[in-house]
Nanobody, 120 residues
Framework: VQLQASGGGLVQPGGSLRLSCAVSGFTLEDYGIGWFRQAPGKRMEALGCITRSGGSTLYEDSVKGRITVSGSKNTVFLQMSGLKFEDTAVYYC????????????????WGQGTLVTVSS
């Protein structure tokens, strides 16, 4: 199982980004895929996910309205707009289980992250 997030970089406040997650060893037909981030000195935070077979998307309240998760089979995207300084973090994609309307990363189904820096 491999997941590789890409597309990070330097973004100005108010800007937008699109991150990609390339998946191998499983597909969206097997498990949902979600996005998470970890800001410096903070805990890992779930952002949202696309459920198995792409049936639906779920978003955390903290970012709802600013992000869109989409994708199919082996590639999942995170579109994020209205970026703020506090969105600076390493962004990860992971295979997920869904429960209670939320996405939970599966052990062993995490990829290396991509750094997003929001700065003027």
């Amino acid at each position: 199982v491999q997941l590789q997030a890409s597309g990070g970089g330097l973004v100005q406040p108010g800007g937008s980004l699109r991150l990609s997650c390339a998946v191998s060893g499983f597909t969206l037909e097997d498990y949902g895929i979600g996005w998470f981030r970890q800001a410096p000195g903070k805990r890992m935070e779930a952002l949202g996910c696309i459920t198995r077979s792409g049936g639906s998307t779920l978003y955390e309240d903290s970012v709802k309205g600013r992000i869109t998760v989409s994708g199919s089979k082996n590639t999942v995207f995170l579109q994020m707009s209205g970026l703020k300084f506090e969105d600076t973090a390493v962004y990860y994609c992971a295979g997920v289980d869904v429960g209670g309307g939320r996405c939970f990363g599966k052990a062993g189904y995490w990829g290396q992250g991509t750094l997003v820096t929001v700065s003027s």
